[in-house]
Structure formats: structure tokens, C-alpha cells
């Protein structure tokens, strides 16, 4: 059994505390919400009073929480986690955060006397549920593999990505070709139409040849044809737009400051930004078809 304290226990948090505590872990629980506490107590974790007090006699601490700032601070500083936890606590931060404060978290959490290693997910709400997670995880191989029995009990995809900040990395990489892809297959299905293409026609074309990829086979934006996608219970549940505009925006953010050239990455940030200002946000981000062909489906 090990010894968890675990920050921020929203929609991801929450469910993933529950599979380590499933597992036969301890945690100790603490959000600024009071629901979600109640939520992971019904679970049994321990609620605690503060996000410093989740670290007391914690062989690990994660974090689940919404942005880098979120962690930065609840982490970092005379009043941060990493100052009361006892010196050589395993860090894991699971939020999607930009590489730039994944690492220099990570350099905090060393000079602390700990060791972090940056553990974003995929795999969405019921991947959390399920634990079906996949982790992509930057840090040393040693707290890799100190940190993988934790990884396993709340996924099923594990992958070392390298250094501090790789996981990050990743994710963000990753997230990218999704949005790219989901609007390009958005727009052919789109344009099949208007050719009075049958959409399960073009289907059985492209998930079987050079058109093929993740946005056709297994997550098609065009409804009726992937039975399990969200377009076809009307683009709810999900990832939502609004998590998917963050994501290319924390790609983005990464492009500029390392000289990458992401113009296809940028134009999908503007589409998602333009899709989410017209009060779609919550709608699954296969949803934007619906801007790029008109309200048809
Ligand atoms: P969420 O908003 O449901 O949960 C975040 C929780 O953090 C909330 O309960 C909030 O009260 C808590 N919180 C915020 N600041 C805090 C603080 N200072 N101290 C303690 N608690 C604090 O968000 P989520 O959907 O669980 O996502 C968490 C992270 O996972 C995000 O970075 C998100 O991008 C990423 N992610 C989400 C999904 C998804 O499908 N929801 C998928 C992959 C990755």
C-alpha cells in the first residue's frame, strides 16, 4: 500500500483517486471544491484541509488540477507542497500544463529534495472511470518506474516520452494531429456530401486507404458511422471543444517559443476558438463539422 496525497478531484481527479484507492491505496484528498471532497470521501479517501496537508506521511503526492498556474502555485512557494512534504516524495502532476512550467516544476520539486515527473493523460472522463488511461510521462527512468504500479492501477497505456517536460510534450504534440485531423476529415465528409457522396461509402473508402487515421476509423465526425463516437449521440460527452481549444493553444504557445512552424496547428486553434466563442464549448470537438458544414447533422 502506498501512501497517497491527491490534489485537485474534478471530473479526471476524482475518478482516478477512486481507482488507486480501488487498488489498495491510501489518499489523502483535497480540493478547493467542497462537492468533489465529498465525492472522493465517498470513495474513501481521506479529506484533508489543505493541499499542504495531503502531503503528511505521503510517499506520493499527484495533482490533477486545470492549468500550469494552478500547479505552480500549489506546488511551488514558502506556502507550496513542496516545502512540508518529507524529501524524497514522488511527484506526479497529471494536469495538462505548458512544457515551460512542467519544467520548471520539476527543477522546483529537485531543489526540494523530491523527484516530479510530468504525467498528462488521454483517454477523457470515462478512460478515467474505467482506468483506461494512457500516460505519457516525462522525468527520470528511476521514479518512472517507481511511479508505474500507481500508473497502472489508473490506465492502461504507459509510456516513458523522456526527460522532464517530454510528457507534456506529447500530449500537446499529440492533441494537435487530433484537431488537425478532426478538421480535415470534417471537411472531406463535408465536401462528399455536397458531391451526393453516400457519407458510409466514403467511410468504407477512407478508413481502408490513404484517408485513413484516428478521426475516421474510431472517432468519425460525421454521425451514424462509428457506433460508440459521440457524433452519434448528437456530439455530447466526449472531449470537450473547449479542452481541445486549450490544448492547441498550449501547442501553440510551445511553437512560438521554440520556433516551430505549426501553421496547420494554428489555424485549427482559430477554427476551435471561433467554435467555442459560438457557445459550443461543451460540445464534443467532432461537433465542429457542424460549423464547417452548416448546422446539417
Ligand atoms: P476539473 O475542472 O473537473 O477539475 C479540476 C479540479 O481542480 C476542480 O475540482 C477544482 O476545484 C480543483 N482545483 C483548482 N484549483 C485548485 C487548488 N488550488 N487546490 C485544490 N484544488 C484545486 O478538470 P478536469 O476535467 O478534471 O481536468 C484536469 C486536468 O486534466 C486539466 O489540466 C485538463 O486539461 C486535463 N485533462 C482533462 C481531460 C477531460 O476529458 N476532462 C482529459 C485529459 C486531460
Request: with cysteine; hydrophobic share 45%; charged share 15%.
Amino acid at each position: 500500500m502506498t501512501m497517497i496525497g491527491f490534489i485537485g478531484l474534478g471530473n479526471m481527479g476524482g475518478p482516478m483517486a477512486a481507482n488507486l484507492i480501488k487498488a489498495g491505496h491510501a489518499v489523502r484528498a483535497f480540493d478547493l471544491d467542497a462537492e468533489a471532497m465529498r465525492r472522493a470521501e465517498a470513495v474513501g479517501a481521506v479529506a484533508v484541509g489543505s493541499a499542504v496537508a495531503t502531503a503528511e506521511g505521503a510517499d506520493v503526492v499527484m495533482t490533477m488540477l486545470p492549468m500550469g498556474r494552478h500547479v505552480r502555485s500549489v506546488l511551488t512557494g514558502p506556502d507550496g507542497v513542496f516545502m512540508a512534504a518529507a524529501p524524497g516524495t514522488l511527484f506526479i502532476d497529471s494536469s495538462t500544463i505548458d512544457v515551460d512550467t512542467a519544467r520548471a516544476v520539476g527543477e522546483a520539486a529537485a531543489k526540494a529534495g523530491h523527484v516530479m515527473l510530468d504525467a498528462p493523460v488521454s483517454g477523457g472522463v470515462p478512460g478515467a472511470e474505467a482506468a483506461t488511461l494512457a500516460f505519457m510521462v516525462g522525468g527520470e527512468a528511476e521514479a518512472f518506474e517507481r511511479a508505474r504500479p500507481l500508473l497502472e492501477a489508473m490506465g492502461r497505456t504507459i509510456v516513458h516520452t523522456g526527460p522532464s517536460g517530454s510528457g507534456q510534450a506529447a500530449k500537446i504534440c499529440n492533441n494537435m494531429m487530433a484537431g488537425i485531423q478532426m478538421l480535415g476529415v470534417s471537411e472531406a465528409f463535408a465536401l462528399g456530401r455536397r458531391l451526393g457522396l453516400d457519407p458510409a461509402r466514403l467511410f468504407e473508402v477512407a478508413s481502408q486507404s490513404s484517408g485513413q487515421c484516428w478521426a475516421v476509423t474510431s472517432y468519425c465526425p460525421e454521425p451514424g458511422l462509428v457506433p460508440n463516437a459521440p457524433s452519434s449521440r448528437g456530439y455530447q460527452g466526449g472531449f470537450a471543444s473547449a479542452l481541445m481549444l486549450k490544448d492547441l493553444k498550449l501547442s501553440q504557445q510551445a511553437a512560438a517559443a521554440f520556433d516551430a512552424a505549426t501553421p496547420m496547428g494554428a489555424i485549427a486553434a482559430g477554427l476551435y476558438s471561433l467554435f467555442c466563442n459560438q457557445g459550443n464549448g461543451d460540445m464534443d470537438f467532432s461537433g465542429i463539422i457542424r460549423m464547417i458544414d452548416g448546422q446539417t447533422r
